[in-house]
């Protein structure tokens, strides 16, 4: 049953539209029913420095075939929205945060991006206009090109003093209405947990931990709440979401791994210290993540945090 579950599981591609941009190799697993997984690039144009960002993208992409899993990075390059980048276009991405040619997407940008960029003709490496999306906008497309799971750090949810700011992450959104398994670390640590799961459940989203009774802070292994589900193997995850779509439902699946290595308490500790920085300066809304992780990045002298989201992400595919 388990492994007839998995079977289903990776055969439920549907079908990628034109707009979306897939590349071969990726598009040659999908069709064969071999395993993709959908990367961010959010993380890769704006949220470590260059070239770090870089040998993180690398480090990931080779954990996942040495699985026997494509790896397809999603963004938007010049207009066109790819799922999957050859090595000279992620290190163009990893380059053009810096640059100020990469902008931050989330899933209500996608077309305006698109529409802003898609006429861009010119062949030139300093002139590529990229849109790094965002675990929303990922998800978004990583179904359109027909990937069922997503493997990324730490998802959104409701900032801290979001029941006066009503500051909740389109994360959440797109969870309750894009069916892709999004397995993560759990929640960032600089967001409300517990009214982040309190949004989940008013949104039917299926969300669980693996292998614990307790939901995972990013960094940390232990938030403090009760995770309202456990996840013991693989095949209690695709036979969750299989179940889910032979009901009809159209929403994702959240899966949080914990980060048990003790290296996460010294970022913990500087993405506090962060915080706080972000507070004084005035920065909010969607420039926050990207700014903690620079300083974090800088006050770890970026070995820390590289080796953390490292771990974060090579643990996230404990599925496979």
């Excluded at 802003?116 to 359109?144: C, D, F, I, P, Y």
């Excluded at 900032?159 to 959104?173: A, F, V």
């Amino acid at each position: 049953m388990a492994s007839q579950a998995l079977r289903r599981f990776a055969s439920a591609v549907p079908r990628a539209p034109p707009c979306v941009k897939i590349l071969p190799e990726v598009a040659d697993a999908l069709s064969s029913g071999r395993p993709v997984v959908a990367l961010e690039s959010t993380i890769v144009a704006h949220g470590m420095p260059y070239p770090q960002n870089l040998e993180l993208a690398k480090d990931v992409s080779r954990i996942l075939r040495n699985k026997g899993v494509t790896p397809a990075t999603i963004a938007v390059k010049n207009g066109m929205f790819r799922a999957g980048l050859h090595p000279d276009e992620l290190e163009n991405l990893s380059k053009a945060g810096e640059e100020g040619r990469a902008i931050k997407c989330s899933t209500r940008d996608l077309p305006l991006v698109a529409s802003k960029h898609r006429h861009n003709m010119s062949h030139s490496e300093e002139n590529t206009q990229w849109g790094a999306t965002t675990v929303a906008a990922t998800m978004r497309l990583a179904h359109v090109a027909g990937i069922s799971t997503f493997v990324t750090g730490g998802t959104g949810g409701v900032h801290r003093g979001g029941e006066l700011s009503l500051d909740i992450s389109t994360d959440l959104i797109e969870l309750s209405r894009t069916p892709v398994v999004v397995i993560s670390a759990g929640v960032k640590s600089i967001l409300d947990v517990k009214r982040t799961l309190e949004v989940l459940e008013t949104f039917a989203v299926p969300t669980g931990t693996w292998q614990s009774n307790e939901f995972p802070a990013f960094f940390s292994p232990k938030s403090g709440v009760k995770s309202p589900a456990i996840f013991e193997n693989a095949s209690d995850v695709a036979s969750a979401y299989l179940t889910g779509r032979e009901l009809g439902m159209k929403n994702g699946m959240l899966v949080a791994v914990p980060n048990h290595d003790p290296a996460g308490r010294n970022v913990e500790i500087a993405i506090q210290e962060a915080l706080q920085e972000a507070d004084a300066a005035g920065i909010e809304g969607r420039d926050v993540t990207p700014f903690i992780l620079r300083t974090v990045a800088e006050k770890t002298g970026g070995d820390s945090l590289r080796r953390c989201v490292h771990l974060l992400l090579s643990r996230g595919l404990v599925a496979y």
